[in-house]
């Protein structure tokens, strides 16, 4: 009976211990986890550093921002710009003198949007894909530094077009977009897409797709990309299937043409020809019956002639009175 008892308290004080141990150790998490909890609210409070990606349209105005900080207690404003094959450039405000500094800073769409002393701010106006890059911020306070850092990302919109090409395929282009556009059909079709790539890191997206089912009879395409979606339709043109006949006859239309311009313009020859052997041969007794007529018109009409043979004819019957005249003596 009382090694039992022994037992049994034995056993008791063991669990009493054991719940004890567990008990300590539940509390001191439940600490740990409060004053992390604590901590990490306390940091978001007051961030010393802030990373910000920023995406802006080409050829829009667009204004970075310092850490919003008392004024009174900026010490200096200084803007780092890391740019793509340029060195750094440095801008700078310093509080106390009134002084503001640059170096390397030959960019001049880049400036402060107004007096550094109220709004040490960053303008670019207007933004060019060059001005891809990070840009940072720090505010010198006498509690500590404070950055913003921006990476900035400059967006193309593409030129959407869509054309219908031959056997029943339809071409869809988005041109010159950065980064490049995603293009889908409706309904799909067997379609290829072709990618061109320029010198300012913009893309051509090109998407021929093609519809052999003849059911089909109005297809659309859709582009997307970061600045906007775009939605275009086209009615397909049944009679745009070209057949080999049709093929055979564009070839040899052509040849046909020349066979009869050619054609015609020999019967053309051969026709003058035969007028000019005509016109050159002589013909018998032409010349006499052409002046024949001539003749006695001349004979009829000539008012000299006439007058001529009156004079002839007098004098003839004057000499037959005088020779009968003297006849008679």
């Known amino acids: 009976m009382p090694c039992s008892w022994r037992t049994s308290d034995l056993q008791l004080l063991l669990m009493l211990t054991v719940f004890l141990v567990a008990e300590c150790i539940s509390a001191s998490s439940n600490s740990t986890q409060q004053l992390a909890l604590s901590g990490n609210l306390n940091s978001s409070q007051s961030p010393t550093e802030v990373n910000i990606s920023l995406t802006v349209l080409v050829d829009t105005k667009t204004v970075l921002s310092c850490p919003s900080i008392l004024l009174r207690n900026v010490v200096i404003t200084t803007w780092e710009i890391f740019l793509r094959d340029k060195p750094p450039c440095i801008r700078a405000y310093r509080r106390d ?31 060019a894909i060059t001005h891809e890059g990070h840009y940072r911020c720090t505010v010198a306070t006498p509690d500590g530094n404070f950055q913003h850092v921006y990476q900035l990302q400059v967006l193309v919109a593409p030129e959407v077009t869509l054309f219908q090409s031959e056997n029943r395929s339809v071409v869809c282009k988005a041109v010159a977009g950065r980064p490049a556009a995603r293009i889908s059909w409706m309904p799909a079709g067997d379609c290829v897409s072709d990618y061109e790539y320029w010198g300012n890191d913009t893309v051509t997206v ?110 003839l019957l004057q000499s037959e009175v005088d020779g009968m005249n003297l006849h008679t003596l």
Not at 287 to 295: F, I, L, T, V
């Open 97 to 127: 003198t009134n002084e503001t500094t640059e170096t390397n800073c030959t960019d001049k769409r880049m400036t402060w949007p107004d007096r550094p002393d109220q709004i040490p701010a960053l303008q670019i106006d207007p933004v």
């Open 206 to 315: 090109q998407s021929t797709c093609h519809w052999a089912d003849g059911n089909v009879c109005i297809v659309s395409c859709s582009v997307f990309h970061e600045t906007g979606n775009w939605s275009r339709y086209i009615e397909l043109n049944p009679g745009a299937k070209t057949s080999k006949t049709l093929i055979i006859l564009y070839s040899i239309l052509p040849v046909i043409i020349v066979v009869i311009v050619g054609f015609v313009w020999l019967l053309k020859i051969i026709g003058c020809r035969k007028y000019k052997l005509k016109k050159t041969e002589p013909t018998p007794g032409v010349e006499e019956d052409e002046m024949q007529p001539y003749a006695s018109y001349t004979e009829k009409s000539n008012p000299l002639y006439d007058t001529t043979n009156r004079v002839k004819t007098s004098q």
